[in-house]
């Protein structure tokens, strides 16, 4: 099964003080636009391991990991750079990209942990709703709410099938690969839209530090 992204927001702010921690971010940046996404994940886990409560390090972190398919770390970090920020607009995107984190593992729990790939959909669409919440007007927020929406709704249906056919806890047996399915819906709304599929870019450092 083709892996598929959904859109992740990127921030771009300028730096005013200097440090450790901000000069690992500004050469994780650096490496991240040469394409050097190894040396970029490493400088933000380091700027991290500094500064672990800093959100801006934290939603880099977030975005190398998810760039690398690694979406349960991307999530944690999004999550964590969410309330570390509370509020505004770093706040705002951290929430829509720990809802794509979360909408990718669900795809890719889909067949083998529907129960799983449930509860990660339903945490997708409570990050989208909460960065509407913060930004109102955040690019893609409730688009890619809507997607989750519908995932949702097919592995609520199939795993309903599977239970009445007495498949234990609606684990995948026979009958149509359910991750396919959830791609074609992500393939229907690319039709109208470019956001699923988009590549991304890390934030640079912000003055909080």
């Known amino acids: 099964m083709r892996r ?15 440090g450790p921690a901000q000069e690992l971010v500004v050469r994780g940046n650096a490496a991240w636009n040469s394409g050097r996404y190894d040396q970029a994940l490493e400088a933000y886990q380091k700027a991290v391991a500094l500064r672990p409560r800093s959100p801006h390090a934290l939603y880099n972190l977030g975005t ?14 999004f ?25 990718q593992l669900g795809l890719t729990l ?4 529907p129960q799983g790939a449930l509860a990660m959909l339903g945490r997708a669409i409570t990050a989208y709703s909460e960065a509407l919440r913060l930004e109102k007007t955040l690019p893609d ?10 995932w949702l709704k097919l592995v609520e249906e199939q795993v309903r ?14 009958g149509p690969d359910l ?3 959830l791609q074609g819906i992500l393939g229907q709304e690319r039709q109208g839209r470019s956001l699923p599929g988009a ?11």
């Open 79 to 103: 999550a964590q750079a969410a309330r570390e920020s509370k509020r505004g607009h770093l706040a705002a995107l951290s929430q829509y990209n720990a809802g794509n984190a979360a909408c």
């Open 141 to 150: 927020a409730a688009h890619n709410r809507e997607i989750a929406r519908k």
């Open 4 to 18: 598929s992204r959904l859109l992740l927001a990127c921030l771009l702010v300028e730096s005013l003080a200097a």
């Open 64 to 77: 190398a990991y998810y760039r690398g398919g690694e979406y349960g770390r991307a999530l944690d970090n």
């Open 199 to 209: 590549t991304s870019r890390p934030p640079s450092v912000d003055k909080d530090w």
């Open 110 to 113: 889909a067949n083998g942990d």
């Open 179 to 181: 991750g396919t399915s």
């Open 161 to 174: 099938q599977r239970q009445s056919q007495g498949t234990p806890g609606g684990a995948a047996a026979a």
